[in-house]
C-alpha cells in the first residue's frame, strides 16, 4: 500500500481540484490548451503549486502520403515546443496507427519519425517517452504494441532522451513486460496507473479505477522502481461513467485508490 502522494499526477483533472486534494503534479494533454497559449496554462499550474508529470501527446507518425508524413513531423515538433512552453521536459508518445499502410511499413515510419524530432527535442531538453498500446489499439492509435518493440526502438535510436512510458492498461496482460521492464532500466520515464476491468465496458473509454481490476498494480510499480523510475506515477482513466462525477469528487476517489491499491 501507497503510504503518500508525493509522486501523484493527475491526468485529465482540473488544477483546482488537484490542491484542494494535495495532489502535486498533473499531466497535460494538448487538446486542453486550446484557447490560452502553452506558456499561460503553464503559469496557471505553477501559480497553483503544481509541477506538470507530462504533455501528451506527440507521435501519430505513419501515414500513407510523404506529405502527411511530412505534416505530423512539423505537428511533433510543435508538441515539444508546447511541452517547453507548459514547463515540462517529458513528452509522451503516442506513435500512431497504420494510417492506411502495412504494419512493417507503418513500424518503419514510427522509427524514422522519432529520429526526425530527437535531435529537436534534445536541443529543447525535452525527453521523448515512446509509449506501447494494447494489441487492440494497433490499426488506429499504435503500431508499437509491446514494451519489447519500444525498448527495440530505444536501442536503435541510441540518445538518452528517448526511453519509455509504461501504462500499466496497456502492458499488464505481456508474458515479457517484467523482463522487459528490467531491460528499459535508465530509460523509463513515465509510469501510468489504472486498471482492466474484465470485460471491459467500452474499447476506448473502459478503464477502471485502481482496485476495481485485474492489473497487479503493485507488481508492476516495484518492478518499475527496481529497474530506477522515482519519477510522478500519473493516474490516467478513460471512463465516460467517472468523467461526469464532479472533478472533486473524482480526485479523492483516485487518491484513495492510489493509496491502496499502488
Not at 511499413?105 to 534534445?122: F, T, Y
Not at 488506429?140 to 519489447?148: F, G, M, Q
Not at 485485474?214 to 478513460?238: H, M, S
Request: charged share 25%; glycine share 10%; net charge negative.
Amino acid at each position: 500500500m501507497s503510504t503518500d502522494l508525493a509522486r501523484l499526477s493527475l491526468n485529465q483533472a482540473t488544477c483546482e481540484a488537484c490542491v484542494a486534494h494535495q495532489v502535486p503534479h498533473i499531466g497535460v494533454w494538448r487538446h486542453k490548451l486550446e484557447g490560452d497559449s502553452e506558456e499561460i496554462w503553464g503559469k496557471r499550474i505553477r501559480d497553483a503549486g503544481l509541477g506538470c508529470s507530462s504533455l501528451c501527446r506527440g507521435g501519430m507518425f505513419p501515414a500513407a502520403t510523404a506529405e502527411e508524413r511530412r505534416r505530423h513531423i512539423e505537428d511533433n515538433l510543435k508538441a515539444i515546443d508546447q511541452a517547453v512552453g507548459l514547463g515540462t521536459d517529458l513528452l509522451v508518445l503516442v506513435c500512431g496507427g497504420q494510417g492506411g499502410c502495412d504494419l512493417d511499413s507503418a513500424r518503419a515510419m514510427v522509427l524514422d519519425g522519432i529520429g526526425a524530432i530527437e535531435r529537436h527535442a534534445a536541443k529543447c531538453g525535452v525527453r521523448l517517452a515512446i509509449e506501447p498500446l494494447h494489441p487492440m489499439f494497433t490499426a488506429d492509435r499504435s503500431v508499437i504494441v509491446t514494451l519489447e518493440h519500444a525498448n527495440d526502438f530505444c536501442e536503435k535510436l541510441d540518445v538518452a532522451h528517448v526511453g519509455v512510458a509504461i501504462d500499466a492498461y496497456h502492458v499488464w496482460w505481456d508474458p515479457h513486460v517484467y523482463r522487459e521492464i528490467g531491460r528499459a532500466r535508465g530509460r523509463i520515464l513515465g509510469f501510468h496507473v489504472n486498471d482492466w476491468i474484465a470485460p471491459p465496458p467500452d474499447v476506448l473509454r473502459g478503464r477502471g479505477m485502481m482496485g476495481d481490476g485485474v492489473i497487479e498494480l503493485k507488481r508492476l510499480r516495484a518492478a518499475v522502481e527496481e529497474a530506477g523510475y522515482t519519477g510522478p506515477i500519473e493516474v490516467e482513466i478513460f471512463n465516460e461513467r467517472l468523467w461526469s462525477k464532479p472533478a472533486l469528487e473524482i480526485v479523492e476517489r483516485v487518491k484513495k485508490a492510489y493509496l491502496a491499491n499502488c
